[in-house]
């Protein structure tokens, strides 16, 4: 019975992690996508109307201004729901190895590094956090300053 308690949690724990890994690479891509789309809404959202040849006025293009915070938004809740499942995964990883350390333990195995096994994970789990973050925080900013620019330079 322990062997089969044993291999669930260890299951578990490769289960976690490709995971995390997985949702990591989609957070990735979808926010380059997202990053594109929104870059490219905020290049062309600002514009010229001409009432008469002398009297040019800004024109915002509803629809690219819409995109770009629509897209924006998309991201950052996509980011955001990631950012805070991996720290779900994160404590998860930590009690399963937990978990078979006090199995471990009770076989009279040799002493588990616990504690070198959780950092471990919490430091792939942070990393993968940090990266995300950084491009959320790039993929909002850069949008942002490219729309701000176009007003700017059309006013």
């Known amino acids: 019975m322990k062997e089969r308690v044993h291999e669930q949690l260890s299951n578990e724990l490769r289960q976690a992690s490709r995971s995390d890994t997985t949702i990591s690479i989609i957070a990735i891509v979808v926010t380059f996508i997202l990053f594109g789309i929104a870059m490219g809404f ?15 006025r800004i024109k ?16 950052i809740v996509i980011d955001l729901y990631t950012i805070m499942a991996l720290n779900n995964s994160k404590k998860r990883k930590a009690k399963i190895v937990e978990n078979l350390a006090g199995q471990y333990q009770e076989e009279g195995a ?24 950084a ?19 059309e006013l």
């Open 135 to 153: 491009l959320m925080s790039m993929g909002v900013i850069l949008p942002l300053i490219m729309f701000i620019n176009q007003v700017v330079e």
């Open 110 to 133: 040799a002493p588990y590094p616990v504690d070198d096994i959780v950092k471990g994970y919490q430091a792939r789990s942070n990393l993968f956090t940090v990266i995300l973050a």
């Open 42 to 56: 905020a290049g062309n959202a600002v514009g010229y109307t001409y009432n008469y040849p002398s009297d040019p």
């Open 60 to 75: 915002l293009s509803l629809p690219a201004t819409a995109a770009v915070f629509v897209s924006l938004i998309v991201m």
